[in-house]
Structure formats: C-alpha cells, structure tokens
C-alpha cells in the first residue's frame, strides 16, 4: 500500500471499488440491464447519491469492468512473458472463465458497445483505485488498456516471426482480432455451445499460417 495516499482518497476508492465488485455480484445469474443500482447499492451497503459520485450512469460500471479486467490481463501477460498469438489465446481464454462466472457479462458488454457504436475509453483510475485493486503492480495499473494498441502488437509479433497470415495486412489482422474477441464468443451463444474456446481457436485459423 502506497502511504503517500490520504485515508480520504482511499475511502473514496474503496467506496467506488464496493460498488462495483456488488454490480459484479449480481451479475452471477442475471444480465447487466437486470441489475438495477437499487441493488447495487443495498449489496455495497452505499447510499445512491455515493453511487452518482463516482458513476455518472449504471452503465460506467461496464466500462470500469473492462479496464479492471483487461489490466489484469495484461499484467498477467508480462508475467508469464506471452506474445503474439499465446497472449490473444491467454486473452481469449480468460473471457470464456469469465463466462462460467458470470455468463451475462460478455453478453451485456456487447449490446451495449453496440448502442454506444463505439470502443469506448477507459477511465482514468486514482491512485489509491490502482493501489487497491493491483497492488504489487501499481505501474502496469496505473496505465490505461487499448484493445487496439494490444491487439496491434499481438499482431505485429507474430508478422515479425512470420506466422501471421501473409495475406492480411496488419490492420486487417487488428480488424479480424476484435472480430473473433466479440463475434466468434456470439457465434457460440447462436450455437448454444458452452464450448467457447473451441469457437475461439477455430476463428484464429484465419489469422496464422
């Protein structure tokens, strides 16, 4: 824990993190539009005022999902030192866990990227939020994911080894990534398969040699 941090931020950032890890509870057996802040609140035990301090919408808490999620993502990644095609499968794999825990998550992300018709950007964390939720990585935490950027390198590893797909153009291969990371998790809910790695892997066929 950094003590350069006042007991006041960090109040405030346990507050904020309470609500959301309670929206993340309630979304064990039900989709994000079920999850009222009613709830929310009554299960983090903060009042809904608290709550519009720190969330402008209910919807925030989405997009606070993919930062904390992807974050932990790319730390573990470092970690265990993955590039390439290894870091999107290690990516990709954590979405279909994910899934067996809380299967509206993945689902509700996507509906509503597409009402908002757009990637959206990932908030800026304080430092008693990045000293809470990655302590013993506050630098990684304290940068803010790109799925373009992370995509993009993915990619260009595997060109610079000669396994990406010559046929593609780097943008292209970015294009195909997110297109596997929402569509090919989609394909297998129209399927009804709980099998999402399989989709998974069958999708990155388009992209390596």
């Not at 064990?28 to 035990?45: H, P, Y």
Request: hydrophobic share 40%; aromatic share 12%; with cysteine.
């Amino acid at each position: 824990m950094n003590h350069d941090i006042s007991l006041r931020e960090l109040k405030k950032a346990k507050n904020k993190i309470a609500l959301y890890e309670a929206g993340l509870s309630l979304m064990k057996d039900r989709m994000f539009s079920q999850v009222m802040i009613e709830d929310i609140c009554k299960t983090a035990e903060i009042s809904k005022v608290t709550f519009f301090k720190f969330y402008q919408r209910k919807e925030d808490l989405l997009i606070y999902f993919m930062r904390v999620w992807l974050t932990e993502r790319m730390i573990e990644i470092e970690q265990e030192e993955k590039k390439g095609f290894q870091a999107f499968r290690h990516l990709l794999s954590r979405v279909a866990k994910e899934h067996q825990v809380r299967p509206g998550m993945m689902p509700s992300l996507i509906s509503f990227l597409a009402e908002q018709n757009m990637q959206p950007c990932m908030p800026e964390l304080s430092q008693a939020e990045v000293s809470l939720l990655f302590p013993g990585h506050e630098e990684a935490g304290s940068q803010s994911p790109n799925m373009f950027v992370l995509f993009q390198q993915f990619m260009k590893e595997e060109q610079q080894v000669g396994k990406l797909n010559p046929s593609l153009t780097l943008e292209q291969s970015v294009q195909i990534c997110f297109t596997i990371f929402y569509g090919a998790f989609l394909t297998a809910q129209l399927y009804n398969s709980a099998d999402i790695g399989r989709f998974y892997d069958t999708h990155l066929g388009l992209l390596e040699i």
